[in-house]
């Protein structure tokens, strides 16, 4: 969460978004003004509009999900990432 903060400082046109259950000590502040964190649950849906993101990135989620939702969890990154646009999944 702190590189996606650095980031949003160092490309101040972007905007950056994430999801992350608090807290966030560790976080600069105050954050920048192009860093916006919602809280969410991706097994009950992410609440961005289709083709939100050019670039979504899902970190250190592969033990806490589901088997069975996996499926789910991946139509729904694929939903909010536009036609183009990269999905990353990362173990750790």
């Known amino acids: 969460m702190r590189t ?3 980031r949003s400082v160092n490309h101040s046109s972007c905007r950056a978004e ?3 259950r608090p ?3 560790s976080l600069p ?3 920048p003004s192009t860093c916006l964190f919602v809280q ?3 097994l009950h849906g992410l609440p961005f509009p289709d083709g939100q993101f050019t670039s ?3 970190r250190l989620l592969v033990a806490a999900i589901p088997a069975l939702q996996w499926p789910r969890v991946i139509r729904e990154l694929v939903c909010v990432t536009r036609p183009g646009g990269w999905i990353e ?3 750790c």
Do not use: K, S
Request: positive net charge.
């Open 89 to 91: 999944l990362v173990r």
């Open 4 to 6: 996606l903060a650095t």
């Open 56 to 58: 979504t990135h899902q």
């Open 23 to 25: 807290p966030l000590f």
């Open 18 to 20: 994430a999801e992350r």
């Open 40 to 42: 969410a649950n991706i």
């Open 29 to 31: 502040r105050p954050l």
